[in-house]
T-cell receptor
Framework: AQKITQTQPGMFVQEKEAVTLDCTYD???????LFWYKQPSSGEMIFLIY????DQQNATEGRYSLNFQKARKSANLVISASQLGDSAMYFC????????????WGLGTSLAVNP | NAGVTQTPKFRILKIGQSMTLQCTQD?????MYWYRQDPGMGLKLIYY???????DKGEVPNGYNVSRSTTEDFPLRLELAAPSQTSVYFC?????????????FGPGTRLTVT
């Protein structure tokens, strides 16, 4: 069964430090995509980064990078140089090929950045 | 460029009442989605559409209906509201540009049924 697991309900990090948010996935489809979204306290969902299953390199977007380990079925989000504005919920999601682009969502990780 | 807009932002319904949550996107996206997010939980797909005139059920469709008469609009209808439908509702859309086809979200509608 297709599933996304985020095992860290809450994380704390000091400002300016790096933090890794874990995400593992389960699928038998060889073609899939993995997404990370941020949801600040204001409630909107913000797309951060995407990794395709056939991408050779780990995705990066500014301070965000995705540590993609295909054999371990993990797609961890790394945030470098944390800022106070990074405090939010972070959701990992997966899309399989041919499923009308539907996303399967994890339960999220709450990140608090301490000054 | 407004992106995905949703109305209303907040609504309180009495049990048994009905309402329509509006969703409009101006990005000419074919794919549109309705999610609900319960407190402390991830998103659950209610209904989705791959184009005008085509809709299909997601994980949790019971108690809801949708229509897609235009590319831009994807309203969600709640019939006979129940307390279990208290949630935050998000509309999203997805286009055909880029490899990610990421979903763009509206700001959400916070619905309370009492």
């Amino acid at each position: 069964a297709q599933k996304i697991t985020q095992t860290q309900p809450g994380m704390f990090v000091q400002e300016k430090e790096a933090v890794t948010l874990d995400c593992t996935y389960d699928t038998s489809d060889p073609s899939y995509g993995l997404f990370w979204y941020k949801q600040p306290s204001s409630g909107e969902m913000i797309f951060l980064i995407y990794q395709g299953s056939y991408d050779q390199q780990n995705a990066t977007e500014g301070r965000y990078s995705l540590n993609f380990q295909k054999a371990r079925k993990s797609a961890n989000l790394v945030i470098s140089a944390s800022q106070l504005g990074d405090s939010a919920m972070y959701f990992c999601a997966m899309r399989n090929a041919g499923n009308n682009r539907k996303l399967i969502w994890g339960l999220g990780t709450s990140l608090a950045v301490n000054p | 460029n407004a992106g995905v807009t949703q109305t209303p932002k907040f609504r309180i319904l009495k049990i048994g009442q009905s309402m329509t949550l509006q969703c409009t996107q101006d990005m000419n996206h074919n794919y549109m989605y309705w999610y609900r997010q319960d407190p402390g939980m991830g998103l659950k797909l209610i209904y989705y559409s791959v184009g005008a005139g085509i809709t299909d059920k997601g994980e949790v469709p019971n108690g809801y209906n949708v229509s897609r008469s235009t590319t831009e609009d994807f309203p969600l209808r709640l019939e006979l509201a129940a307390p279990s439908q208290t949630s935050v509702y998000f509309c999203a859309s997805s286009g055909t540009s880029g490899a990610a086809y990421e979903q763009y979200f509206g700001p959400g509608t916070r619905l309370t049924v009492t």
